[in-house]
């Protein structure tokens, strides 16, 4: 079965350069979810879309974007990236309009700041 | 605001044994949903087991099985029989419908030979 597809998988940037993330959800997946988790650290949450809309906004930096487009996928703008954004980047999907609760998860994007 | 509790920042278990790991919640919603997820060293989140909060009913997913305990707002995983393969980090998470999922801080597993 399909998974969550998130690119690019490992990401190295210097401080103060931009970075984009993508997120594939699982086919007719209606939302996506994004999160952060540092080393060591629970996942965090940063935003979410249903049906190309934004859902529910958690501690999401100023710095950071997202959107959803209209073949579901998302992508995750960070832009005068800092050490400390050095993480675990997560996606997830699920299905809300049938009732689906459960999220599935991508492998992740880990993105290192030097 | 709904927060996740996971006491047991580190738990062991003996191959074969049985291991609980205990989680607690707070919320002042009725309807909700919580989730076990675990994370092995590949980091890749893997969901366990769910349970929604109007089911009197404890989930089970073979050998993994959880106490739900409602007016006490706690929600433990049992493994039964465990594995060297159950090692990982797990997570409770905490959701009310159709918002993002709140995470415990984790229990890590060490499965000993």
């Known amino acids: 079965a399909a998974g969550v597809i998130q690119s690019p998988r490992h990401l190295i940037k210097e401080k103060r350069e931009t970075a984009t993330l993508k997120c594939y959800p699982i086919?007719?997946?209606?939302?996506v979810y994004w999160y952060q988790q540092g080393p060591g650290q629970d996942p965090q949450f940063l935003i979410s879309?249903?049906?190309?809309?934004?859902?529910d906004k958690g501690s999401i930096p100023d710095r950071f974007s997202a959107q959803q487009f209209s073949d579901y996928h998302s992508e995750l703008n960070m832009s005068s990236l800092e050490l400390g954004d050095s993480a675990l980047y997560f996606c997830a999907s699920s299905f809300l309009s049938i009732g689906n609760t459960e999220a599935f998860f991508g492998q992740g994007t880990r993105l290192t700041v030097v | 605001a709904q927060t996740v509790t996971q006491s047991q920042p580190e738990m062991s278990v003996q191959e074969a044994e049985t291991v609980t790991l205990s989680c607690t919640y707070d919320?002042?919603?009725?309807?909700?949903?919580l989730f076990w997820y675990k994370q092995p060293p590949s980091r890749q989140m893997i969901l366990v087991i769910r349970q929604e909060a109007y089911k009197q009913q404890n989930a089970t997913e073979n050998r993994f099985s959880v106490n739900f305990q409602k007016a006490a707002k706690s929600f433990s995983l049992k493994i039964s029989d465990s594995q060297l393969g159950d090692a990982a980090m797990y997570f409770c998470a905490y959701r009310f419908t159709g918002n993002q999922f709140y995470f415990g801080t984790g229990t890590s597993l060490t499965v000993i030979p």
């Open positions: 919320t002042s919603e009725s309807d909700y949903y």
């Open positions: 879309f249903y049906e190309k809309m934004q859902s």
């Open positions: 086919p007719r997946h209606d939302t």
